[in-house]
Nanobody
Framework: QVQLVESGGGLVQAGDSLRLSCVVSGRTYSTYAVGWFRQAPGKERAFVATIRWSSGMTYYADSVKGRFIISRDNARNTVYLQMNSLKPEDTAVYFC?????????????????????WGQGTQVTVSS
């Protein structure tokens, strides 16, 4: 089993920055990738970014490319999502998830169904 706990959400203004954290615990050796997804009210959960646990390779959704940065600290078993130049359309509940599928190309991990474990989510609200 793998457990994930997100933190760092909050209410910010458009143009601000925010950093989310995801602490991964349990059988972390079985984790090949950790991804961030988000779900806005009335919408499906959508891919944001992912990082290969061992290599650190990253992949982003077009909507956040150039604004968000995903990174990991293996010593702390933590994955971060640095969100810059936030927009009101970034408002959502943000979830981190862990995938046991591997190894695969990093772009493969943009698929929600490939993730086995999910955190509870953290709310991000961006006001205009």
């Amino acid at each position: 089993q793998v457990q994930l706990v997100e933190s760092g959400g909050g209410l910010v203004q458009a143009g601000d920055s925010l950093r989310l954290s995801c602490v991964v615990s349990g059988r972390t050796y079985s984790t090949y990738a950790v991804g961030w997804f988000r779900q806005a009210p009335g919408k499906e959960r959508a891919f944001v970014a992912t990082i290969r646990w061992s290599s650190g390779m990253t992949y982003y959704a077009d909507s956040v490319k150039g604004r968000f940065i995903i990174s990991r600290d293996n010593a702390r078993n933590t994955v971060y999502l640095q969100m810059n130049s936030l927009k009101p359309e970034d408002t959502a509940v943000y979830f981190c998830a862990a995938s046991k599928l591997g190894p695969s190309s990093v772009a493969t991990y943009s698929t929600r169904g490939l993730y086995d474990y999910w955190g509870q989510g953290t709310q991000v609200t961006v006001s205009s």
